[in-house]
């Protein structure tokens, strides 16, 4: 169920929401669930090197994503770089095709799910006529990660990045992934784990600068539940994105969950764009071993606990990030569905 990007960007959110009842759902962890079936992320490319090996593998987790109840999936072009890419041996056309991939992937698991549900294998409501499949609205979101998650050392959970990296830098970097990736076919770009001012600046400047026509999203990671990882405040990332037409969601996503209600309310002071959160679990990221570190974190139950508070904040898109789980998203539609106003959660 594909949303018109019919007049303005800001538009194209409010007709999603309205569509799913006010709250929508996004996935959870892409890499989480792909090492749950065997793949092994110890690698620069991390969730990427599956485009290559094992594409049907990443299919299988959107599906997974897609049955516990999201409305928004995630592609896995996270880590997916062409400076990246060519660092492997892969010519500079091989990798815009990995990339495009990515979205292709996507929208693939995407079509699978809508046709498994016209055959009425799911999810069915009565109506006058008969009863017919119950379609929740779904948007295929091309993930941009930081120049950080490129350089693979943990610089995405820290921002520093070195005086070297300017603002041409990193537009430079990301210029051609984002043109690739839009002209990919995805509902928007879901630009991830923002870790400081100045990689937002790019971002926005890109999005005008090459005048890409769909929409965005701008998604920040903290660690004190105040400032974004860099140090830079929240208000002034947040202030970045609500300044650029194209961005029609701001929010927070690989952040522990107890530090989300205070952001959200930061970002709430200074944007009227819809906010959306997928935290991690709460667990520890070693950048040095390339792993998440054993410890509780956050249990489903726990995590779901904290939704009713975001959304009282002012979350209106809620999901998951690392360590998190098909059985996380399934619990988070169960408690926004019945927060919402009649539309299909």
């Known amino acids: 169920m594909e949303i018109e990007t019919v007049g303005s960007y800001s538009a194209v959110m409010e007709s999603f929401l309205r569509l799913c009842g006010g709250y929508a759902v996004i996935d959870g962890g892409l890499a989480t669930e792909l090492e ?10 991390w969730s990427a090197k599956y485009l290559i090996s094992s594409p049907h593998l990443i299919r299988r987790v959107h599906l997974d994503y897609l049955e516990a109840g999201a409305n928004i999936i995630i592609s896995s072009s996270y880590q997916a770089t062409l400076q990246g890419f060519e660092s492997k041996g892969f010519s500079r056309e091989e990798g815009e095709n990995l990339l495009r991939t990515s979205v292709e992937i996507a929208r693939e698991a995407r079509d699978i799910y809508y ?3 016209a055959k009425g ?4 409501i009565g109506d006058k006529d008969g009863i017919i499949p119950r379609q929740r609205p779904v948007l295929v979101a091309a993930s941009v990660g930081s120049y950080g998650a490129y350089l693979a050392d943990g610089s995405e959970y820290s921002g520093v990045y070195g005086k070297n990296v300017s603002l041409e830098t990193l537009k430079d970097f990301h210029r051609r992934r984002v043109q690739v990736l839009a002209e990919s076919g995805p509902d928007l770009i879901a630009f991830e784990t923002i870790p400081n001012k100045l990689e937002a600046k790019a971002y926005a400047e890109l999005l005008e600068e090459e005048a890409i026509n769909i929409p965005a999203w701008f998604s920040f990671n903290s660690k004190d539940g105040t400032n ?10 947040a202030l970045i994105a609500h300044s650029c037409d194209q961005v029609i969601g701001v929010g927070i996503n690989c952040t522990p969950p107890r530090y989300i209600q205070g952001l959200i309310q930061s970002i709430g002071r200074v944007t009227t764009k819809p906010i959306l959160i997928y935290p991690n679990s709460g667990e520890t990221y070693d950048a040095d071993r390339k792993e998440w570190l054993p410890s509780s974190g956050v249990s489903d139950v726990d995590f779901v606990s904290y939704v009713g508070k975001w959304c009282e904040a002012g979350a209106s898109l809620v999901g998951g990030c ?7 998203i399934r619990a988070i539609s169960k408690a926004l569905s019945s927060r919402t106003n009649g539309g299909f959660p």
Do not use: F, M, Q
């Open 121 to 124: 294998s799911w999810n069915i």
């Open 228 to 237: 974004v990882v860099s140090g830079d405040p929240i208000a002034d990332c």
């Open 322 to 328: 690392c360590r998190t789980t098909p059985n996380t």
């Open 115 to 117: 046709d498994r549900a």
């Open 36 to 45: 749950r079936h065997g793949a092994n992320l110890n690698d620069p490319l």
